[in-house]
């Protein structure tokens, strides 16, 4: 026996299918285009994984589950102001942790593409942006239809509108790589391991691709932040799930015998 479904289900399930598809786009209000190619979200580093290929990151969307790629690159926010006498002199020193990274002689840079067409217009005009410092040597390296990134040796640094400019040396053409983001003045990266990656202690900026529910990172920035531990006071009492699954139920403000409000 055949069952015919009718027009107005057929309209209902549509209508259920578009509204969990803007639930969905609703849902991952923290994911931004990072205009390489890839998407980016910015939180705080909660642990999921001891051994460091996945953590959490707190945001506007909640805890989101960040996994590593097998060659993530990990590296440093930087949003100090004297950003090019810290690069001149290799070494990060930041404000708020009072915290310093040594930074080897030479530098290299990275730049992603999305697509052939961008990578071709950059490279005409000699100017490439989003790029990302990287400490890690790289090979010179021009954008193909195959191979949608730029990368090569740091020549020169000098003075830019928010971040020091980038000089590089290919095939006697000099290209300037700004590599700001939007909300800080320099991203390094191949400064530390996975095992580096500290809940509570570090804010960071992932970069990569959404799959499901999980962020797949390729590299990862890290803004280390004070640690709360440091200048907590142990006398305070701590939130405990057992004793809060303990506590008695709150008495309403509206007499018992009449109706809820609302």
Do not use: C
């Not at 960040?66 to 993530?72: G, P, S, V």
């Not at 290799?90 to 961008?118: A, H, M």
């Not at 320099?186 to 999980?214: C, Q």
Request: hydrophobic fraction near 40%; aromatic fraction near 8%; avoid cysteine.
């Amino acid at each position: 026996m055949h069952h015919r479904t009718s027009p107005s289900l057929i309209l209902v399930l549509a209508l259920v299918l578009v509204s969990d598809v803007g639930a969905q786009d609703q849902k991952m209000t923290s994911l931004l285009n990072a205009r390489d190619g890839r998407w980016t979200m910015n939180g705080l580093v909660l642990p999921l994984d001891r051994a460091g290929q996945n953590f959490y990151l707190r945001n506007a969307d909640g805890l989101v589950e960040i996994q590593l790629d097998e060659e993530a690159e990990i590296g440093l926010l930087v949003r100090e102001i004297n950003v090019l006498g810290m690069l001149q002199r290799r070494q990060i020193v930041l404000i708020d942790t009072n915290e310093q990274y040594v930074l080897p002689d030479e530098l290299y840079v990275k730049v992603q593409f999305s697509n052939w067409g961008q990578a071709r217009r950059t490279l005409k005009s000699q100017e490439l942006r989003w790029g990302i410092v990287h400490v890690k040597p790289l090979p010179n390296h021009l954008p193909t239809r195959q191979e949608l990134w730029f990368s090569g040796r740091i020549s020169a640094i000098r003075p830019g509108p928010v971040a020091p400019v980038k000089e590089v040396e290919i095939a006697q053409r000099t290209y300037l790589v700004f590599t700001h983001s939007v909300e800080y003045s320099e991203r390094i990266v191949g400064l530390f391991e996975p095992s580096d990656i500290r809940p509570f202690v570090n804010y960071a900026s992932v970069y990569g691709v959404m799959k499901g529910d999980v962020f797949h990172a390729s590299d990862v920035l890290l803004r280390p932040i004070p640690d709360p531990v440091a200048t907590d006071d142990p006398l305070l009492p701590r939130y405990s799930p057992h004793a809060a699954r303990e506590l008695p139920l709150p008495t309403p403000t509206w007499p018992r015998s009449s109706r809820v409000p609302g």
